[in-house]
């Protein structure tokens, strides 16, 4: 598909703006219950995925490690993230939420709803989905376009399963 420069620039215009104001509110609605954003987003990695490293963590969430520390640290210290020990490797610490964390996730997953009954406000479902498919072909895209080898490696299996 070809874009016209001015679709394409619309497109990223309002891609970055609809960011930018998704995450304002988001800042506003876990401020309700005493968290920044950050704090909300690393919960929820650590929640789909329990157990991982925290340098696993830091790549996930395309982060510093020593800004995800920090992040973490804190998180610790509100007793709502644990670091344990892994059992093959001493030095490597696993994350794991704690039971405290678990009531307020239940929150969060009531605020991330609510953020998208906002968002979705007049969207039929069916374009809800047809927008999320190709929001994920655009992600799969630029991810080929960032890592070729990868893709290619991708493209390979796909022939080798299907072929």
């Given amino acids: 598909m ?5 679709t394409g620039t619309d497109f990223l215009s309002a891609l970055f703006e609809t960011q930018r104001m998704l995450r304002q509110l988001a800042d506003k609605k876990a401020r309700h ?6 704090q909300w987003a690393v919960l929820a990695k650590v929640e789909r995925n329990e157990g991982q490293k ?3 963590l830091a790549d ?3 982060m510093a490690p020593i800004s995800l520390t920090r992040l ?11 670091r344990r020990s892994d059992d093959a490797d001493r030095r490597i610490k696993r994350l794991y939420l704690t039971a405290t964390a678990r009531p307020l996730m239940a929150k969060l997953g009531v605020l991330r709803g609510d953020l998208m009954q906002v968002a979705f406000a007049g969207v039929s479902e069916a374009d809800m989905n047809q927008l999320v498919d190709h929001l994920e072909t655009i992600k799969d895209n630029i991810r080929a376009a960032l890592n070729p080898t990868a893709a290619k490696t991708k493209e390979r299996a796909y022939e080798q399963v299907s072929g």
Avoid: W
Avoid at 2 to 6: N, T
Avoid at 33 to 38: P, Q
Avoid at 72 to 82: A, P, Q
């Fill in 60 to 62: 996930a969430m395309e």
């Fill in 2 to 6: 070809s874009c016209e420069p001015d």
């Fill in 72 to 82: 973490i640290d804190r998180l610790c210290d509100s007793g709502l993230i644990e």
């Fill in 33 to 38: 219950l005493g968290m920044t954003r950050a």
């Fill in 54 to 56: 925290q340098t696993e």
